[in-house]
């Protein structure tokens, strides 16, 4: 059975410029959420999706969005990007809302110039 | 508000000796207590987890220990092998609701 697979692995852009990471679950999985992972602040939650609704939300600015599609696929938005955006997004996929064993992909390497 | 802490950021082991991490956390709701590990440029792997009904669970060389009162769990890893240097998390959870993650611990074990 494939992983949790993320696309791209690396990206570099500048202030200002927006940004769409891609995820693909493990098939079945219809739960998937997003993290953000930064030196000395382990993984920090930024939203997840089940069925292509929002369950749950973390404390991060509007500037980053999320989006789910009907298999189950997702995608984050990063808007008007600055330096502190920098960081390796991680996305896990599970079951279902509220599974506790989280499958993690292995990341978007984010960095903002 | 950090809500689950690992304050030790690194941990330096023998090969063969016990490995044991720690996590505190502050909110008593959480019911659900899970470890990751992380190798260099691959994602977090689940490891073990407990639920806040028990006070320990163990799988292999790795056991986690529950402590409500104090709101502190740990991770023992016995014997410890260098295959086990990586980046320790501890997540918690409430009900259904997100994963709060602490800070993570780098262990090193030296052969």
């Known amino acids: 059975k494939a992983g949790v697979t993320q696309t791209p692995r690396y990206l570099i852009k500048t202030r200002g410029q927006q940004v769409t990471l891609s995820c693909s679950p493990i098939?079945?999985?219809?739960?998937v959420s997003w993290y953000q992972q930064t030196p000395g602040q382990g993984l920090q939650f930024l939203f997840e999706?089940?069925?292509?609704?929002?369950?749950n939300k973390g404390n991060f600015p509007g500037r980053f969005s999320g989006r789910q599609f009907s298999n189950s696929r997702s995608e984050m938005n990063v808007s008007t990007l600055e330096l502190g955006d920098s960081a390796l997004y991680l996305c896990?996929?599970?079951?279902?809302?509220?599974?506790?064993?989280?499958?993690f992909g292995p990341g978007t390497r984010l960095t903002v110039l | 508000d950090q809500q689950v802490k690992q304050n030790s950021p690194s941990l330096s082991v023998q090969e063969g000796r016990i490995s044991i991490l720690n996590c505190d956390y502050t909110n008593s709701m959480f019911d659900y207590f899970l470890w990751y590990k992380k190798y260099p440029a691959e994602g977090p792997t689940f490891l073990i987890s407990?639920?806040?009904?028990?006070d320990k669970n163990e799988d292999g060389r790795f056991t986690v220990f529950l402590n409500k009162s104090a709101k502190h769990l740990s991770l023992h890893i016995v014997p410890s092998q260098p295959g086990d240097s990586a980046v320790y998390f501890c997540a918690a959870r409430r009900n259904t609701g997100k994963l709060i993650f602490g800070q993570g611990t780098t262990l090193q074990v030296k052969p």
């Open positions: 896990a996929s599970s079951l279902d809302v509220g599974t506790n064993e989280q499958f």
């Open positions: 098939s079945g999985h219809r739960s």
């Open positions: 999706y089940f069925s292509e609704t929002q369950r």
């Open positions: 407990i639920s806040s009904i028990k």
